[in-house]
């Protein structure tokens, strides 16, 4: 398996992160696309079905099943339900204080859960936990927190894992991350670790949370707990290969999906029918992610392969002029909101505002007391 050649290391196929075959990191093809060429002209792509561990895993007999659910937001996928939820995007800025009363707001909004990332782009930040916890024990709010490969060791993501079953929080989601591209002029100097992929760390958090012990099978205290999601690219070419990586990824033990940003309910759709067909069974949430301007539109459309109606574009366009961005981007999602509230493959949605400024917060607040109501 072509590992080697690939930045991140990986050893389940493509990160989410290249684009049309292109490599993320610099501008060659992505090596494990190519794989995938050839293994289609010999007919022997089922080899990208099965999750690859590397000698430091020890323990390689699990085989993960799926779990009763047990934290408020697995309950509310399983259940009647459709939960909303909001993404708050740690960057370098923002406070503890800050992100907790922006965590406050939403969830007296409507939102039911909220879920935090893992340093976007490579740029440090508070890490989610801190807020996550004071938004669980304080405020009492449902939380899922990402976690990437990006910056921590095999040992280090089992210290997290530990700290965040302590914490009581019972939701991760799991990705390997992006490049720290945020440094782009000085990418070779910042040196990001990738010891696993998504693949192997979705694997690792089971043998965490279902044996309670880590990838050398040495016996951890106490049992600790949280459910583990992965994340999928409904934009990803050729998309057969990100359904593979999600075969692997259920088989490793994830418990639900949460797409990239859609705009689209024949993008979410068409996902989740391809991975049905092979066998993927766990739930989908379809994500939402206003765009700030026509310029952004036209850059995830074009280099990014996101699905984006000319529609939404040229409203986009319009309003930018009007200076109505926020309030046409909240009509637009509030009514993608409705069709994918009647869709049975939606099993949640999650509204992601980048950052926590200026009036994106104002504006996932408008959003959700409509699709609160819509929803449930
Ligand atoms: S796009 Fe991702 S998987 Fe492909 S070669 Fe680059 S870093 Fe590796």
Redesign the pocket.
């Given at each position: 398996m072509p590992r080697y050649?690939?930045?991140?290391r990986?050893l389940n196929g493509?990160?989410g992160?290249?684009s049309r075959g292109v490599?993320?990191?610099d501008e060659r093809r992505?090596?494990?696309?190519e794989a995938y060429v050839k293994a289609l002209e010999k007919q022997r792509t089922h080899i990208f079905e099965y999750p690859l561990l590397d000698a430091g895993f020890q323990m390689v007999e699990h085989e993960p099943r799926p779990r009763e659910p047990r934290s408020t937001l697995m309950k509310m996928i399983f259940g009647d339900m459709k939960p909303l939820i909001y993404e708050v995007e740690l960057g370098p800025e923002g406070s503890l204080d800050e992100v907790a009363e922006t965590i406050k707001r939403v969830n007296e909004a409507g939102f039911d859960a909220v879920t935090m990332t893992d340093n976007p782009l490579g740029a440090a930040g508070i890490d989610p936990l801190a807020p996550a916890a004071v938004a669980r024990f304080l405020l009492g709010v449902e939380m899922a927190v990402h976690v990437t490969c990006r910056d921590r060791s095999r040992a280090a993501l089992v210290s997290w894992l530990l700290a965040v079953a302590g914490l009581g929080i019972g939701n991760v989601i799991v990705s390997t991350g992006d490049?720290p591209l945020l440094y782009r002029d000085n990418r070779w100097s910042i040196h990001p670790v990738f010891d696993l992929d998504s693949v192997r760390l979705t694997y690792l958090a089971r043998l965490v949370t279902d044996l309670h012990v880590d990838h050398t099978g040495r016996r951890l205290l106490g049992e600790p707990f949280f459910h583990v999601g992965v994340v999928a690219n409904p934009y990803f070419d050729p998309l057969d290969i990100e359904i593979l990586k999600l075969v692997k990824k259920q088989r490793a033990g994830a418990e639900f999906a949460v797409t990239q940003p859609i705009y689209t309910t024949g993008a979410f759709l068409k996902l989740v029918k391809a991975a049905r067909e092979r066998g993927v069974e766990i739930p989908f949430i379809a994500s939402l992610a206003p765009l700030k301007s026509y310029r952004h539109a036209v850059y995830l459309a074009e280099r990014m392969g996101v699905e984006i109606p000319e529609d939404y574009r040229e409203g986009l366009k319009r309003n930018e002029v009007d200076g109505n961005i926020w309030s046409y981007n909240v009509e637009y999602m509030k009514k993608l909101t409705e069709e994918l509230a009647s869709l049975e493959e939606v099993s949640g949605i999650l509204f992601i505002t980048h950052g926590i400024h200026g009036g994106v917060v104002d504006l996932a607040i408008d959003y959700a007391r409509e699709a609160s109501r819509i929803l449930k």
């Open positions: 050649g690939c930045p991140k990986m493509p990160c992160g290249g490599c993320e990191v992505c090596v494990w696309v490049w």
